[in-house]
């Protein structure tokens, strides 16, 4: 059960390790793009390539769809980044249940934007956790989890897909000693929520701290991507560094694109124009100067 492109790579690894899938479910096509066609999800379109079933139902709350689910006689529900509530009748359904995979290291960041949320918060590790799905909002016991450090370059797309990879082996793992697990309850204390991005969380406010900024441009790329305004136009900055210098916020100090910011400055290494692909600075910068002493943001 998963939708998007994070969820890829578990439903390749359950194929590959000689599992039997039952069904794969995924959210409804939907609208996309200029001409609004319908577009399937990521792992839909995976699904039907390796020739597995599929249902993409718009809700799992009804009885007609709960005794679908309960006639497939799963052993497990293995869950990632699906998108639907799951109502206790589903959860009751397979024989040992349904497990989550979730790209945090729980109880820190349950909810549903746990990568971006590390990266923008300066965590310096993250991880992912195999739990066993409960009502709560991803408060069951964890039956394993694996770490990984967050480096001063990674992006949320590099640690997207990471995570996603490590999350594809270790639901194998969990698969292969299931019965000798022991689930762990989340601690109580350290409990974070990670909301949901909302677009005007986008737009970067040069006054605040070099680091601050630089959290914020790596942990909103690609989507929704960090901005500013340069000369009136509305332009994603999509990665960056920390660097030396200073001056009146959002001020081009030099010609390889550091920008000052309230305590400190950032490099910026990646953006993309409206409308346009992103490219590498020193490429952009070419064919479009942005010179020494011009004013960034509103």
């Known amino acids: 059960m998963g939708s998007p492109e994070f969820s890829v790579p578990v439903l390749e690894a359950l194929v590959r390790a000689g599992h039997e899938i039952a069904c794969v479910y995924c959210q409804p096509p939907r609208p996309a793009g200029r001409?609004?066609?319908?577009?399937?999800?990521?792992?839909?379109?995976?699904?039907?390539?390796?020739?597995?079933?599929?249902r993409h139902p718009k809700s799992l709350r009804g009885a007609e769809e709960q005794a679908a689910f309960d006639d497939l006689k799963a052993d497990v529900a293995v869950v990632v980044a699906y998108g639907l509530?799951?109502?206790?009748?589903v959860l009751d359904a397979p024989v040992h249940g349904?497990?989550?995979?979730?790209?945090?290291?729980?109880?820190?960041?349950?909810?549903?934007?746990?990568?971006?949320?590390?990266?923008?918060?300066?965590?310096?590790e993250t991880g992912v956790c195999i739990m066993q799905m409960e009502a709560g909002l991803d408060t069951g016991p964890v039956l394993m989890r694996d770490v990984t450090e967050i480096s001063d370059a990674d992006t949320m797309a590099v640690l997207h897909d990471r995570l996603s990879e490590m999350g594809a082996a270790l639901i194998v793992r969990a698969l292969e000693g299931l019965d000798n697990l022991v689930p762990e309850p989340q601690a109580e204390?350290?409990?974070?929520?990670?909301?949901?991005?909302?677009?005007a969380e986008a737009e970067i406010d040069w006054t605040n701290p070099a680091l601050d900024v630089d959290r914020q441009i790596r942990g909103l790329?690609?989507?929704?991507?960090?901005?500013?305004?340069?000369?009136?136009e509305r332009?994603?900055?999509?990665?960056?560094?920390?660097?030396?210098?200073?001056?009146?916020?959002?001020?081009?100090?030099?010609?390889?694109?550091?920008?000052?910011?309230?305590d400190g400055a950032v490099r910026i290494t990646r953006l993309q124009r409206a409308g346009k692909g992103a490219m590498d600075a020193k490429d952009m910068l070419r064919g479009w100067k942005i010179a020494p002493g011009e004013q960034l943001g509103s």
């Open 35 to 54: 001409g609004k066609k319908e577009r399937v999800t990521p792992v839909q379109a995976r699904a039907e390539e390796l020739g597995l079933r599929v």
């Open 85 to 89: 509530i799951l109502p206790q009748a």
């Open 98 to 124: 349904c497990l989550n995979i979730h790209a945090s290291l729980l109880p820190r960041w349950r909810g549903a934007a746990p990568i971006h949320r590390a990266i923008m918060a300066g965590d310096r």
């Open 189 to 199: 204390e350290g409990v974070t929520y990670a909301a949901k991005i909302d677009k």
């Open 221 to 232: 790329s690609p989507f929704p991507g960090a901005w500013t305004l340069v000369r009136g």
């Open 235 to 262: 332009v994603k900055f999509l990665d960056s560094r920390i660097a030396a210098g200073g001056g009146v916020p959002g001020t081009v100090l030099n010609d390889v694109l550091v920008v000052a910011c309230g």
